[in-house]
């Protein structure tokens, strides 16, 4: 009976998978970050840029995400099949919440404290650094913890185009209608959603004490 | 008319102008180095853009501001701005900063020593009346109203600068702490000799700390005299303003 129990029967292949799948979501979404806040900074710079940025962030956001890897599968160099097309699918879907987040982030901070820091003879990278930044950074942590827990989800069906991750267990237990391989995929993912969301929960909240 | 050299801030014809409506107009006048002009209005009046057109937080569109003689168009604006003390309404201090980084700001963009701005900071908040030991460490949400503007007063005397920019700094405060702070600050600016502009729609405020009077409506400067003069002022609007002491005297009588 114990033997038959998911966890057991296929512990050293969810450890593998779950390290696949960790990977997946960390160069992805360290991707994103490294995108995201950036170009969430540059359209609080230029306004005129914010609407088609997060135009376009907000479309791809609404593709459906199995539809999305199909497409990359015929994209040549990032594309094709494997990790690199799920990588840029998952960087592709974190970018909206870190870019939205930063831009309302920023554009947040109180124009008395902003207009204070420039009438004092800050410059706009200083302001920027030493005062919007910091203040914006619970919102921006928000980002970059609904990008990480949507990343790990979104990467169970990544297998669908031939990466690893934990999905391979859901898409192996769909084909041979198994519930305990579906369940040794699917809970290992849940629970790492949760981990992350609680974790990247509780840095925002350290982050940002300090004012409170 | 006075030489240059006595004049901290010269308005010439200035004007602020955007979306196709002026803010203000054809704003002629001197700040005499070492005054207290008070830019008395009610609210829209143009006080606040006249005060950050001498900072070039807003350029004038036509005529020219000049300060220590130069246009202000002509400066850097970090510079000028570094120069020119300015302190607003409590929400100016940086809440994720402590009292002492916030007083420290201005030397420590300047390139201050750490030694040497930590000295500052504690002599500037002793002279503002705040414990340097015990408020330094704080945050702005762990002080009063007050403390605050003490604060905010500090920093902006930080970079000992010579003209003071204040946009309603007592604004927020309890009648009775704005009175102390009021007499606290004119004691400071007698003894320290900057030249402060200063904005204010309460004209109690205005007679307390003004050496001149500066009227603004609707984006013009209707007149400009000593507080002596303003009570004589036959304008319409100074006489709508004295018109609120006088009917707070009327209801003290009619007690």
Same mark, same amino acid.
């Given at each position: 009976m114990?033997?038959?129990?998911?966890?057991?029967?296929?512990?050293?292949?969810?450890?593998?998978?779950?390290?696949?799948?960790?990977?997946l979501?960390?160069?992805?979404?360290?991707?994103?970050?490294?995108?995201?806040?950036?170009?969430?900074?540059?359209?609080?710079?230029?306004?005129?840029?914010?609407?088609?940025?997060?135009?376009?962030?907000?479309?791809?956001?609404?593709?459906?995400?199995?539809?999305? $890897?199909g $497409?990359?599968?015929?994209?040549?160099?990032?594309?094709?099949?494997?990790?690199?097309?799920?990588?840029?699918?998952?960087?592709?879907?974190s970018?909206?919440?870190i870019?939205r987040?930063?831009?309302?982030?920023?554009?947040?901070?109180?124009?008395?404290?902003?207009?204070?820091?420039?009438?004092?003879?800050?410059?706009?990278?200083q302001?920027?650094?030493?005062?919007e930044?910091?203040?914006?950074?619970?919102?921006?942590?928000?980002?970059?913890?609904?990008a990480?827990?949507?990343?790990?989800?979104?990467?169970?069906i990544?297998?669908?185009?031939?990466a690893?991750?934990?999905g391979?267990?859901?898409?192996?237990?769909?084909s041979?209608v198994?519930?305990?391989?579906?369940?040794?995929?699917?809970v290992?993912a849940?629970l790492?959603?949760?981990?992350?969301?609680?974790?990247?929960?509780w840095?925002?909240?350290?982050?940002?004490?300090?004012?409170? | 008319?006075?030489?240059?050299? @006595?004049?901290?801030?010269?308005?010439?014809?200035a !004007?602020?102008?955007?979306?196709?409506?002026?803010?203000?107009s054809? /704003?002629?006048?001197?700040?005499? /180095?070492?005054?207290?002009?008070?830019?008395?209005?009610? !609210?829209g !009046?143009?006080?606040t853009?006249?005060?950050k057109?001498?900072?070039?937080?807003?350029?004038p569109?036509?005529?020219?501001?000049?300060?220590g003689?130069?246009p202000?168009? @002509?400066?850097?604006?970090?510079?000028?701005?570094?120069?020119?003390g300015?302190?607003?309404q409590?929400?100016?201090?940086?809440?994720?900063?402590?009292?002492e980084?916030?007083?420290?700001?201005?030397?420590?963009?300047?390139?201050?020593?750490?030694?040497?701005?930590?000295t500052?900071?504690?002599? /500037?908040l002793?002279?503002?009346?705040?414990?340097?030991?015990?408020?330094?460490?704080?945050?702005?949400?762990?002080? !009063? =109203?007050g403390?605050?503007?003490?604060?905010?007063?500090?920093?902006?005397?930080?970079?000992?600068?010579?003209? /003071?920019?204040?946009?309603?700094?007592?604004?927020?405060?309890?009648?009775? #702490?704005?009175l102390?702070?009021?007499?606290?600050?004119?004691?400071?600016?007698?003894?320290?000799?900057? #030249?402060v502009?200063?904005?204010?729609?309460?004209?109690q405020?205005?007679?307390?700390?003004?050496?001149?009077?500066?009227?603004?409506?609707?984006?013009?400067?209707?007149a400009? @005299?000593?507080?002596? @003069?303003f009570?004589?002022?036959?304008?319409?609007e100074?006489?709508?303003?004295?018109?609120c002491?006088?009917?707070?005297?009327?209801?003290?009588? =009619?007690l």
């Open positions: 114990s033997g038959d129990f998911f966890l057991i029967r296929y512990g050293p292949e969810i450890l593998t998978r779950t390290g696949e799948h960790l990977i979501v960390a160069i992805s979404t360290g991707i994103a970050i490294l995108a995201g806040i950036p170009l969430g900074i540059l359209i609080t710079r230029k306004p005129a840029l914010s609407k088609p940025v997060l135009g376009v962030a907000n479309v791809v956001q609404t593709v459906p995400s199995l539809a999305l $890897f $497409f990359l599968i015929s994209v040549p160099l990032l594309g094709g099949i494997g990790n690199t097309p799920a990588i840029v699918a998952l960087t592709l879907y970018l909206l919440p870019i987040n930063t831009y309302t982030g920023i554009t947040g901070v109180d124009p008395a404290i902003r207009e204070a820091g420039r009438g004092m003879g800050m410059t706009d990278w302001l920027l650094f030493q005062v930044i910091p203040l914006a950074t619970g919102v921006i942590l928000a980002g970059v913890r609904i990480t827990v949507i990343a790990i989800g979104i990467a169970t990544a297998p669908a185009i031939g690893g991750g934990l391979v267990f859901i898409f192996r237990g769909i041979v198994n519930n305990q391989l579906i369940l040794a995929g699917a290992p849940a790492i959603a949760l981990l992350a969301d609680l974790a990247l929960g840095i925002e909240q350290q982050l940002t004490a300090i004012r409170k | 008319m006075p030489e240059t050299s @006595e004049i901290a801030v010269e308005f010439r014809d !004007s602020y102008r955007v979306h196709n409506r002026n803010l203000v054809d /704003l002629n006048l001197n700040v005499r /180095l070492g005054e207290v002009l008070v830019l008395l209005g009610r !609210s !009046s143009g006080k853009t006249t005060m057109l001498i900072n070039r937080l807003h350029a569109t036509a005529g020219q501001v000049l300060v003689g130069k202000t168009t @002509e400066w850097n604006p970090i510079a000028l701005r570094r120069r020119i300015y302190v607003i409590e929400t100016g201090l940086f809440p994720h900063f402590t009292v980084r916030n007083v420290g700001l201005v030397p420590a963009l300047s390139g201050c020593k750490p030694k040497q701005i930590k500052r900071v504690y002599d /500037l002793n002279l503002v009346g705040l414990d340097a030991e015990q408020f330094a460490g704080r945050y702005p949400h762990q002080l !009063s =109203g403390q605050r503007q003490r604060v905010g007063v500090a920093r902006a005397l930080a970079a000992d600068p010579p003209v /003071l920019l204040m946009d309603e700094p007592f604004g927020a405060l309890d009648p009775i #702490t704005r102390e702070i009021q007499k606290e600050f004119r004691r400071l600016q007698q003894e320290l000799g900057k #030249t502009i200063f904005v204010t729609h309460d004209i405020e205005a007679f307390l700390l003004a050496s001149r009077i500066g009227l603004m409506h609707e984006g013009r400067m209707v400009l @005299e000593t507080p002596a @003069e009570m004589r002022s036959q304008h319409p100074a006489q709508a303003f004295l018109q002491l006088r009917s707070l005297e009327q209801a003290r009588d =009619g």
